[in-house]
């Protein structure tokens, strides 16, 4: 019984450990207006006018992230510590996201500033 107990806390754990590392978004390209969507930057897009997001990644302009931790801070609100590479340089980077509908969601920079991305289908 002792035994059943403890494997029981483990995988308990291990759930939450893995719950806490999945972002509540869908995997892949993200625009910030729809008219984006099947474009690059080639086309003279500004920069950051796609996220594509991966399985623990995050693909930004000229940088790719993986993702280090996620932490819900309300139910709409996540706090997501990245790991990031981009331009020869490594640096962490801390995203806080308010996701509004499963298609779309803001990255909050500031009091009252962000960028909202929709999900290009």
Not at 11 to 34: Q, S
Request: glycine fraction near 10%; hydrophobic fraction near 40%.
């Amino acid at each position: 019984m002792r035994l059943a107990t403890t494997l029981a806390l483990v995988l308990f754990a291990g759930n939450a450990i893995a719950e806490e590392l999945r972002l509540p978004l869908f995997r892949g390209v993200w625009a910030t207006e729809l008219s984006h969507c099947g474009r690059d930057y080639a086309d003279g897009l500004p920069e950051g006018a796609f996220i594509t997001i991966g399985r623990g990644r995050i693909e930004f302009y000229e940088s790719s992230c993986d993702i280090a931790s996620v932490r819900k801070v309300t139910a709409r609100r996540f706090r997501a510590r990245l790991a990031c590479s981009g331009e020869g340089e490594t640096f962490e980077r801390i995203l806080l996201i308010e996701k509004h509908t499963p298609h779309r969601f803001t990255v909050i920079d500031g009091p009252g500033t962000g960028s909202t991305y929709r999900l290009c289908r």
